[in-house]
């Protein structure tokens, strides 16, 4: 009887040392060092979001490009130029000769997501497609 109540006494003494050790410490490692930027970008003919898009493609950024979108380089290059400021992506490419129509055929352009950490809304409607990929940076040529 002696026996069986140390390595009872033993066994229990052992388990509270190996579960004390552990118990309460839940390590919660992130999953990347950089904030996240992930976004959906939709190209629509028209002039409101009510159109239903005719092409959307997903861009992500950071660490790397990657995404659907063709130039998930360039794209990401631009925004982050910018700063997540979808408006002021006509700034990178004032002075860059780029001649278009006066037709008016408008295209309006959305992007959903996330913009390092912060959540991103964007609609704009651009007079024609020429415009829109030149005002639009690299972000909106898909």
């Not at 997540?84 to 997501?113: D, H, K, M, W």
């Not at 390092?116 to 898909?142: I, L």
């Amino acid at each position: 009887m002696r026996k069986t109540a140390r390595w009872t006494a033993g066994g229990a003494t052992l388990a509270v040392a190996l579960l004390g050790s552990t118990a309460g410490v839940a390590y919660s490692a992130p999953a990347s060092l950089y904030a996240p930027s992930a976004l959906v970008l939709t190209t629509a003919h028209g002039e409101s979001t009510t159109t239903s898009p005719e092409r959307a493609v997903v861009l992500t950024c950071g660490p790397g490009a990657t995404g659907t979108h063709p130039d998930s380089e360039g794209a990401c290059a631009a925004l982050a130029q910018v700063k997540g400021e979808f408006g002021s992506l006509a700034e990178i490419s004032r002075g860059q000769p780029r001649f278009c129509t006066r037709e008016y055929n408008p295209v309006t352009v959305t992007a959903q997501g996330v913009w390092q950490g912060t959540r991103v809304s964007y609609e704009h409607t651009f007079a024609n497609d020429c415009v829109k990929n030149a005002e639009g940076a690299a972000v909106f040529e898909f």
